[in-house]
């Protein structure tokens, strides 16, 4: 199991991450600011490292700078505002592994912060197929397949189905998908996560897929 940690001071952002990265099974602990930041980083408890670039205290950056000076060589991957993108090219060559512009969606970083944890010395292979009763999707190829036929899917409808069968048998509720396949900056009134589900039912077979009233859906 991989420790993360968060350092975020937007409460809504770090909860949003905190909240993804638990339910995908790793164990996170949140900080607020660079110094503490620094300090949990160095203290060499972590596999990996989520950091905003505007932290109270020390920024992002500086941590950064202070983690490799120490020669720390922890995965890193920074976030950052849209507007700070050139900055972030620059911390990139100050030694950051990856970065995210916000908003994102939180399929993208678990995908960046499972790459970074694979690449990372000592990492332990992930699995590249994910299947229930003979509907498999390949995570390398990004191709869905039931029986012998082959099914084409959209990116959001892959990321849909690939949650459900991350988590089979389990109930996923309407906002855990949108957290994970939209981001949270989408409405959670919408309805977008049903029309996707109709779709996904429609390409895959209607009994994929079970809805459990009131509560969401459920794969396998
Ligand atoms: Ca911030």
């Not at 972030?88 to 790459?115: C, I, N, Q, S």
């Not at 069968?165 to 509720?173: A, I, K, N, T």
Request: glycine share 10%; proline share 3%.
């Amino acid at each position: 199991m991989s420790r993360i940690l968060i350092a975020e001071d937007e409460d809504r952002i770090a909860r949003f991450i905190d909240k993804g990265l638990r339910a995908n099974s790793f164990t996170t602990t949140v900080v607020r600011d660079g110094h503490s930041a620094r300090d949990h980083a160095l203290s060499g408890a972590f596999d990996l490292l989520v950091l905003d670039i505007g932290l109270p205290g020390l920024d992002g950056y500086a941590v950064l700078r202070d983690l490799r000076e120490a020669r720390n060589a922890l995965p890193v991957i920074i976030l950052t505002a849209r507007d700070g993108v050139r900055d972030t090219v620059a911390g990139l060559e100050g030694g950051a592994d990856d970065y995210m512009t916000k908003p994102f969606r939180f399929e993208e970083l678990l995908a960046r912060v499972r790459l970074r944890l694979r690449t990372a010395p000592g990492a332990v292979a992930e699995p590249t197929l994910l299947s229930i009763d003979g509907l498999s999707l390949d995570l390398r190829t990004r191709r869905a397949q039931t029986g012998d036929r082959t099914v084409d899917l959209s990116a959001r409808e892959f990321a849909l189905l690939e949650l459900l069968l991350r988590h089979p048998g389990q109930v996923l509720s309407r906002e855990q998908m949108l957290d994970h396949v939209w981001g949270f900056d989408f409405d959670p009134g919408s309805n977008v996560v049903d029309v996707y589900i109709r779709q996904l039912r429609r390409k895959i077979g209607a009994d994929r897929i079970t809805t459990v009233r009131g509560m969401g859906y459920r794969c396998g």
